[in-house]
């Protein structure tokens, strides 16, 4: 196994989250990675457990201090990698899965080039737009914007993105066993 680093994409409501949650417990030696997010957490998540959540002026000191790897401003809100956490588990021999969007694993292979790329679809734009709805976490407005990106990210990815790996997430099963297949390599 000589891949360390897994890097993957997806326009929000493309599953996954869902699809990490139910693959990487399988793989003891691979970590998920924590982002830093200026974003407000959601009912049930937990700083550096979720995510690294920051104020605004946290977040541009990390910037300004070359704290991060990648990052970018997403939905209003700031995303990245921080150095530290992606240096300290290569030093204890761990694998990293991270979930970036489209725009910062451009960023991240500049740093990482060796990543491994996998950019998870939806079937539809349908499908999308109801799992979005479906989640019952974002107003109408917000809703709109996740549509719009996600139609801009899945353009640039497939035109200017590296992915080694491309799984359509339209039967959670058959979207596990190919991941499982990916990071077994």
Do not use: C
Not at 42 to 66: D, M
């Amino acid at each position: 196994m000589n891949n360390k680093l897994f890097v993957m994409s997806a326009a929000s409501g493309a599953g996954k989250t869902t699809l990490k949650d139910k693959v990487i417990a399988e793989f003891p030696d691979i970590v998920y990675s924590i982002s830093a997010t200026t974003r407000k957490p959601r009912e049930g998540e937990v700083n550096g457990v979720h995510y690294f959540f920051k104020t605004k002026e946290e977040f541009e000191q990390l910037i300004k201090e070359n704290g991060l790897i990648e990052w970018n401003e997403v939905h209003g809100n700031y995303y990245g990698t921080p150095k530290f956490f992606v240096e300290d588990m290569l030093k204890q021999g761990k694998r990293v899965l991270f979930d970036l969007d489209v725009f910062g694993k451009v960023n991240f292979d500049k740093v990482y080039p060796e990543a491994t790329g996998i950019l998870i679809l939806p079937p539809s734009e349908e499908e999308l737009e109801r799992r979005l709805r479906g989640r019952g976490t974002d107003p109408e407005d917000v809703i709109q914007l996740r549509l719009a990106n996600a139609k801009k990210e899945m353009e640039f990815a497939k035109s200017k993105g590296k992915y080694e790996y491309t799984i359509v997430n339209d039967d959670l099963e058959k979207a596990a066993d190919e991941l499982r297949a990916i990071l077994k390599k």
